[in-house]
């Protein structure tokens, strides 16, 4: 019974190519988020979202759009990728911002290499 | 600027030791504090949180404290096991906002 499950787990793929990133979560959180992993180990936030609403989007290219269809699913789209997307993407989720521990329940991540 | 800093070299301690790990931030003022361990090739999982009201707190063999005047907090695992290797990252919640920040993360390493 996986918590957060992401798809796929590796992606490689050439420049210029769009990819997505499915998540799904059964923990019954509002709250999703997508973190970025690179090569060095920093994991930095890039979007939030609560009950399907946008809540965070960190300074991330336009290139990146994330889609929740619902509570329970966030999605990412990159369009046009480049060599430095190339990183470990995790999905997320908690209770919402202000309630509960804060605590994150993270994915097992998705490879993603850029050739 | 606002920087999290951990142990940047990797932990090589003697099983049954007491691993300490180190978090230090500056410009910044959380509400709370979070650490997770995370695996080669896994997603971090959570471990602990202390509020900042808090100077202390622990869970079987692991302890953290929250020291705000020093700006860091400290993760303590006793009796170490090798099976306790691994990357451990420490997080900021600044306004509860929902919007964690991550240390680089410390790698531990427990020999037998």
């Known amino acids: 019974d996986t918590a957060v499950s992401q798809t796929p787990k590796y992606l490689v793929t050439q420049m210029g190519n769009d990819k997505s990133i499915k998540c799904e979560q059964n923990?019954?959180?509002?709250?999703m988020y997508w973190y970025k992993q690179d090569s060095k180990k920093f994991l930095k936030i890039m979007f939030s979202?609560?009950?399907?609403?946008?809540?965070i989007n960190e300074t991330v290219p336009n290139r990146f759009s994330p889609k929740s269809p619902d509570k329970a699913h966030l999605n990412l789209h990159i369009n046009s990728l480049e060599l430095g997307d190339s990183a470990v993407y995790f999905c997320?989720?908690?209770?919402?911002?202000?309630?509960?521990?804060?605590?994150?329940?993270f994915g097992e991540g998705s490879r993603l290499t850029v050739l | 600027s606002q920087k999290i800093e951990q142990n940047s070299e990797a932990l090589n301690i003697q099983e049954g030791k007491t691993a300490t790990l180190t978090c230090n931030y500056t410009?910044?003022?959380?509400?709370?504090l979070q650490w997770y361990r995370q695996d080669p090739g896994r997603g971090p999982v959570f471990l602990l949180l202390?509020?900042?009201?808090?100077k202390e707190k622990r869970k079987e063999r692991l302890k953290v404290t929250f020291d705000t005047t020093l700006k860091q907090s400290l993760f303590h695992i006793t009796a170490s096991q090798p099976a306790d290797s691994a990357t451990y990252l420490c997080?900021?919640?600044?306004?509860?906002?929902?919007?964690?920040?991550f240390g680089q993360g410390t790698e531990l390493s427990v020999k037998p």
């Open positions: 979202y609560n009950n399907k609403e946008l809540i």
């Open positions: 997080a900021l919640d600044i306004h509860q906002g929902g919007k964690l920040i």
């Open positions: 923990l019954g959180h509002d709250t």
């Open positions: 202390i509020r900042e009201n808090e």
């Open positions: 997320a989720s908690s209770q919402p911002p202000g309630q509960g521990t804060g605590e994150l329940f």
């Open positions: 410009n910044y003022s959380p509400a709370y």
